[in-house]
């Protein structure tokens, strides 16, 4: 991810600027879509230290695990690095900015700014990601799209301003091969909040208590008294319906009225 990422940065600024932001833009999104459909189902695909922190404060990830998770998307994200400076045979004058482009991140504006586009893209990416990865309400199958399409997003609207990072691990991997440190600290504070902030902030609307009437089968399956061994011969309209409030399944069932339809009492299934 970071080395598809990276490398189109260093195309763009090296060979005329054929990429251009919104290619690169793409690029990101696309490498970041593709890995979620590939590893997702094995890893969760965490590619990101301020989302797994975000993660596990809203009890999404075992607390245990992150610093694991951590260490294999540094580790990554340092030798995806390496390899990119030397495919690229790029300088050592990269940190003044006056040799080789660097494929780190840096503020281009003030660091306020900065650290202010940072959190606006973080929370942004976060919030879609706890929306579409952790909903059960959500259609699943299209989570990598939606992610990928906001980091799209988040880099035309930051990328110039912060170099939108969104992570941690983006910005310390070419910070340790270059050895580029200078405002540091700015992508690894400002990505953590904002995730948390996300995380949080969609874990909120979603604990909004609303009635049992989001059904997910809206069509009553009418089934036959004897098969829940009832003496009487009423058909049984069941409907399987969501609590939005705690994502708790419910089996829904009562005698059919004159007109076909429910008058639905629940219990946890």
Known sequence: MIFAGCSAIVVNETYGKPVTLPGIALVWGLVVTVMIYSIGHVSGAHFNPAVSIAFASSKKFPFNQVPGYIAAQLLGSTLAAAVLRLVFHLDDDVCSLKGDVYVGTYPSNSNTTSFVMEFIATFNLMFVISAVATDKRATGSFAGIAIGATIVLDILFSGPISGASMNPARSLGPALIWGCYKDLWLYIVSPVIGALSGAWTYGLLRSTKKSYSEIIRPNCNKVSS?????????????????????QNYFICSSPTDINGKCNVTCKLA
């Open 226 to 246: 004897r098969d829940r061994q009832e003496a009487s011969q009423d058909e049984i309209c069941v409907l399987r319906v969501v609590d939005p409030a705690n």
